[in-house]
């Protein structure tokens, strides 16, 4: 009786997991494996659209954390990453933490720096070094990001030195120096947004969208969404800038380094890629 017993109950057991298979409940099970991503706030558009793609195509789940700039790399350094953490450079404070994997460094896009003017205003030239020298000089006023406070002035600010400008513009430079992340009392941001919208704007593109900035150097990824009230003149060459790379870890504590690992290859694959240079951002070389 009890040999009866036992062989019912694995005939019940295996009636159970065939139903499960057959209904999807196991493998749906299964594909609840969640990878938890940590991103700077610029990088949200292309993310949403790559994130989607990656979803539909494997059997991973990702949670995103978006952080500003500078607080994503903060907590990286502090030893707060998630399973794949992407940071801006630089990326010292990250590595010396220890809570990433150094081997696992991988570029997955950069931030541009974008020449911007007033809607109508003609554009001006940017293609030499010496041609963007001419244009910043010539302009009455001038609007970019603090670097001391944002990244999108890190780009900048190089230029500047590099042209060696920086103390013949000084006088009519409009250097939003405050913290990048939104706050109603922020003085970087528009709180109302262009038109009174919602989404809120920096203080230099409210400048161009009014003409008081005759040049805005910003992240070309952030004015592309209001391209149609300004005029972006191109990007800064490469000779007298570094694009601000945005570099992906896999966290020593991840808890899934392979899932983790499938994520952070499928950011720098040619789908991806392409979802970034159609936001602006300098794609993985």
């Not at 991988?106 to 010496?130: E, L, R």
């Not at 890629?273 to 300098?282: H, L, N, R, V, Y």
Request: proline share 7%.
């Amino acid at each position: 009786m009890r040999e009866a017993g036992s062989i019912f109950h694995q005939y019940i057991f295996s009636t159970v997991v065939v139903a499960m298979l057959l209904s999807g409940s196991w493998s749906s099970a299964r594909a609840q494996s969640e990878i938890t991503l940590l991103a700077p706030s610029p990088t949200r558009r292309p993310l949403e659209k790559i994130l989607s793609n990656f979803q539909a195509k494997t059997a991973h789940k990702v949670k995103v954390t978006y952080s500003g700039a500078r607080t994503t790399t903060q907590a990286v350094a502090k030893g707060e990453p998630l399973d794949v953490s992407l940071i801006v450079a630089p990326v010292t404070g990250a590595l010396a933490s220890g809570a990433v994997i150094a081997s696992s460094m991988t570029v997955v896009a950069s931030y541009q720096t974008a020449v911007v003017v007033p809607k109508g205003a003609p554009k001006p030239d940017i293609s030499t070094t010496a041609a963007v020298k001419k244009a910043l000089l010539a302009a009455k006023s001038i609007g970019y990001e603090d670097p001391e406070f944002a990244t999108a002035g890190q780009g900048p600010a190089e230029a500047i030195n590099r042209l060696g400008i920086a103390d013949q513009i000084a006088a009519k430079s409009k250097v939003c120096a405050n913290n990048t992340t939104y706050s109603p009392n922020s003085i970087c941001f528009d709180p109302a947004g262009p038109g009174g919208g919602a989404r809120p704007t920096r203080t230099t593109q409210k400048g161009l969208i009014s003409g008081d900035i005759d040049i805005g150097l910003l992240y070309l990824s952030d004015v592309l969404p209001d391209q149609d009230k300004m005029t972006i003149a191109g990007v800064l060459p490469r000779q007298i800038y570094t694009p601000t790379a945005i570099v992906g870890f896999i966290s020593t504590h991840a808890s899934d380094p392979a899932a983790a690992k499938t994520l952070l290859q499928y950011l720098i694959s040619p789908e991806a890629q392409a979802i970034f240079k159609a936001e602006g951002f300098e794609p993985h070389k």
